[in-house]
C-alpha cells in the first residue's frame, strides 16, 4: 500500500483482517520505490491515486500480473487498471474487487 490518507488506513486495516494476505505499506520517501516493489513481487498494489505520478502508475504496468488499484478518496471509486471503474464506497467492496470469486 501506498500513500497516507486516512481512507487508505481504513483500507489496510480492514485487509489486515484476512489472514492470506500479507500488507506491505511503503513509505513516500523511499527511492527507488518501483524497484522495491519488483523485489516484493505483490499480487496487487494499493495506492493514494493523488500520491503517485502517472508514469511510476505505468512502469509499474509493464508487471504483468501486478493488479494495480488506485484509490481516489475524494470521489470513493477504485480505479482498476484493467479498464474497469468500481465504487469503493465501504472497504467490503475492495474485498470484492480483489477477489471477485471469494467475496463474503
Known amino acids: 500500500m501506498y500513500g ?3 481512507i487508505l488506513e481504513g ?12 500488507i506491505v505499506r511503503l513509505d513516500a520517501s523511499l527511492e527507488n520505490l518501483s524497484e522495491i516493489i519488483r523485489a516484493l ?4 498494489f ?8 502517472s508514469d511510476f502508475q505505468l512502469s509499474l504496468l509493464q508487471q ?14 477504485a480505479m482498476v487498471w484493467s479498464g474497469r471503474q468500481e465504487a ?5 467492496d475492495l474485498i470484492t ?8
Open 88 to 92: 469503493a464506497v465501504i472497504a467490503a
Open 41 to 44: 513481487c505483490p499480487a496487487v
Open 4 to 6: 497516507n490518507t486516512l
Open 64 to 77: 504483468p500480473e501486478l493488479l494495480l488499484i488506485g484509490i481516489d478518496p475524494e470521489s470513493q471509486q
Open 46 to 53: 494499493i495506492f493514494d491515486l493523488r500520491a503517485v505520478r
Open 97 to 104: 474487487v480483489l477477489f471477485p470469486k471469494n467475496a463474503h
Open 11 to 22: 483500507v489496510r486495516a480492514s485487509l489486515a483482517t484476512r489472514p492470506d494476505l500479507d
